[in-house]
């Protein structure tokens, strides 16, 4: 489901902090109430107008509903129906939006270990932003889910960062494993494809 926010983030021209924002909110909804209660398809658009407007990018509700449609002509969904989802699930989250990421910390970490270059900067970006795919933003803290991107990008990159990670007197037994669920994870994304996925999500009339 995931994916399908990062598309209508695309359309509505969305920050990448907008996006991560509205995939807590989904992941900590689903921790929560059941697929039967809430609808995925009015879930996922409306988890993007909740985060657009708590990061400060509000977004019209009805330009929300024209893009879905532009992706999927059979939505049939309305403005009122999102604005109607948007109150449950506030009530859902007890109101709780505020959510920590871990971009704010990545260009002063990269500095602080020497590996500021725009290429380092992209791939630990990108790593980061795929973790949002996965349930590691339910289960660790963001700079821990930080550290283990950084520690994967610096083995892509060959970087020796045994000596900063050293210094940061972090558990390194529970950063590696984190690095291990992501791995992990684009291990098992390569048997999924998108046509898998939109194979699957068509046969739920999205």
Known sequence: MTTYIWKLAQNLKL?????????????????????TEFDPRLVIPTCLYLASKSEESTVQARLVIFFIRKLYDKYR???????EMEMKILEALNYHLL??????????????????DINMIHITWGIVNDTYKTDL????PPHLILLACICIASVLKENDTTAWFEELRVDMNLVKNISMEILDFYDNSKSVTEERINAALSKLNF
């Open 77 to 83: 969904y309305e403005v009122k129906d999102m604005l």
């Open 137 to 140: 933003i339910l289960m660790h």
């Open 15 to 35: 920050r990448q902090r907008v996006v991560a924002s509205a995939v807590t909110y989904m992941r900590r909804l689903y921790t929560r109430k059941s697929l």
């Open 99 to 116: 959510v920590f990421h871990p971009y704010r910390a990545l260009p002063q970490l990269l500095q602080d270990s020497g590996m500021s």
